[in-house]
């Protein structure tokens, strides 16, 4: 809560913003204002994180010219708050949302873990995404998908977490947040990945038991690795093996290390998300388990002069956008007759900012409204 001398202070320096912004100009529009806590993200953050190309991309886009923040061409990634509007070639790049989005998907072999196009006759997630997305518009009709495309990926940018190889198979994990995918990854992050491998043959029983004290492979410490026998047949073996997966600590050249023929490699689980749980056929939206909520990134959020989006209820009962009113409460104009602006719930006249403090519209200026 602000004190009486803090509301003064704030409404004064406020209004002088006000003021300066509207000498500067009578072509500039005057618009409505309020002081909240809003969340800060950089332009490049946001269009990654709205789905519309990844952030190294977007970095281009603004040095081209093609990034325009309230109508305004900008030419370097600075933070904007939540209520700008920000749009990229004509395609709006909407506020984020408070927490990452996370989606599951079964890769099938041969299929790239890769957001590019299909290429040489190979397959990738992209690609995949789309003939998945082309079938249920096949299957439920063109009416019945109109909504579709906000819940699927063929069409926006998205990070693998944590990749397979091209002839495994298994559960993938995709995100919108570039920062969230690398921290899931992370080493120190302590997320077990489970593995069904299929050998040909019986395994050094020893060197499993020694895995897990510690397992190391062509100069890469893989850490603990926990490795059980699940199905032993004559000729092959299935093996579950848990370990903390990264990028650096490929399974296939431990398996290889350890010279064992590998037939099959299929991911089972990441974390405390299952394969088994998983439609085999499509893309599915999860949410971020609660095991995991603490490596989700911290939002920006400071307190910041932003403008007021929305609406009023006039006298006559109409509903009028704030951003195009006449009179703002930071000039502290009164207004005319013909303005009609009331409290949509009290029907009283709207409070604005005065030098003194905080008062009615053409009314003498008082403490804050409770």
């Not at 495309?149 to 977490?161: Q, R």
Request: charged letters at 25%; a positive charge; aromatic letters at 6%.
């Amino acid at each position: 809560h602000f004190g009486s001398s803090a509301r003064r202070s704030v409404s004064a320096r406020a209004l002088c913003l006000a003021r300066r912004s509207a000498m500067a100009g009578s072509a500039m529009p005057q618009r409505q204002m309020q002081m909240l806590v809003t969340r800060f993200e950089r332009l490049s953050r946001r269009i990654s994180l709205a789905g519309l190309m990844s952030s190294h991309k977007a970095v281009e886009a603004i040095a081209a010219g093609r990034v325009h923040v309230d109508g305004r061409v900008v030419s370097s990634n600075f933070k904007v708050f939540k209520e700008a509007i920000v749009t990229v070639d004509g395609s709006e790049a909407p506020p984020p949302r408070p927490g990452p989005r996370l989606w599951a998907m079964f890769k099938p072999k041969k299929v790239l873990c890769s957001d590019t196009p299909e290429k040489e006759d190979t397959e990738t997630l992209r690609s995949l995404l789309r003939k998945r997305y082309e079938r249920e518009v096949l299957l439920n009709g063109r009416v019945q998908s109109l909504d579709l495309d906000t819940e699927t990926l063929h069409d926006k940018h998205f990070n693998v977490v944590a990749g397979l190889p091209f002839a495994a198979d298994g559960l993938v994990l995709l995100t919108n947040d570039g920062l969230f995918a690398k921290t899931l990854t992370d080493p120190e992050s302590r997320i077990l990945t489970a593995y069904d491998v299929k050998i040909s043959g019986d395994p050094p029983v020893d060197l499993l038991h020694s895995w897990r004290r510690s397992a190391k492979a062509q100069g890469i410490h893989y850490g603990q690795v926990f490795c059980s026998i699940t199905k032993r047949t004559g000729a092959t073996t299935r093996l579950r093996v848990r370990y903390v997966e990264s990028p650096q600590r490929p399974l296939d050249v431990l398996l290889e290390k350890a010279k064992m023929k590998v037939i099959a490699i299929q991911r089972f689980a990441f974390g405390p998300y299952l394969g088994t749980a998983i439609p085999q056929d499509r893309c599915v939206e999860v949410p971020v388990d609660k095991s995991l909520k603490h490596l989700v990134p911290q939002a920006d959020m400071r307190q910041a002069l932003v403008p007021v989006r929305g609406g009023i209820v006039t006298a006559e009962g109409r509903v009028r956008d704030v951003s195009t009113l006449q009179h703002s409460a930071l000039f502290g104009r009164p207004p005319s007759p013909s303005d009609g602006d009331v409290d949509s719930v009290g029907g009283g006249p709207l409070p604005r900012f005065e030098a003194g403090g905080w008062g009615e519209i053409g009314g003498p200026a008082e403490d804050a409204p409770k």
